[in-house]
Nanobody
Framework: QVQLVESGGGLVQAGGSLRLACAASARTIGFYAVGWFRQAPGKERAFVAAITSSGINTRYEDSVKGRFTISRDNANNMVYLQMNSLKPEDTAAYYC???????????????WGQGTQVTVSS
């Protein structure tokens, strides 16, 4: 059983930055794609970004392109989401998830963390 723990969320003003971290309990995360998703109150969970096991390929949701960067450190079982130029509409609970391949579909991910809250004030 893989456990994922997110951290780094918080309250930030619009235009600010946060760096989310996803820590995995197993070194096997290095063999899997990892995605970040977010869920705002009353909305469905939505894709944000994903990265392949090697870290070579990434994918982003259109609204975060150029502002967010996903990266990983397989030696330390970590995946990161650097979020710059944050906007109030980025406010949501952010989740990392481990999956078999690079996909925007949440059904493609087997293990999920508990989430970390990001709140962006205007």
């Amino acid at each position: 059983q893989v456990q994922l723990v997110e951290s780094g969320g918080g309250l930030v003003q619009a235009g600010g930055s946060l760096r989310l971290a996803c820590a995995a309990s197993a070194r096997t995360i290095g063999f899997y794609a990892v995605g970040w998703f977010r869920q705002a109150p009353g909305k469905e969970r939505a894709f944000v970004a994903a990265i392949t096991s090697s870290g070579i390929n990434t994918r982003y949701e259109d609204s975060v392109k150029g502002r967010f960067t996903i990266s990983r450190d397989n030696a330390n079982n970590m995946v990161y989401l650097q979020m710059n130029s944050l906007k109030p509409e980025d406010t949501a609970a952010y989740y990392c998830a481990q999956g078999g391949r690079l996909t925007q579909n949440p059904r493609g991910y087997e293990y999920w963390g508990q989430g970390t809250q990001v709140t962006v004030s205007s």
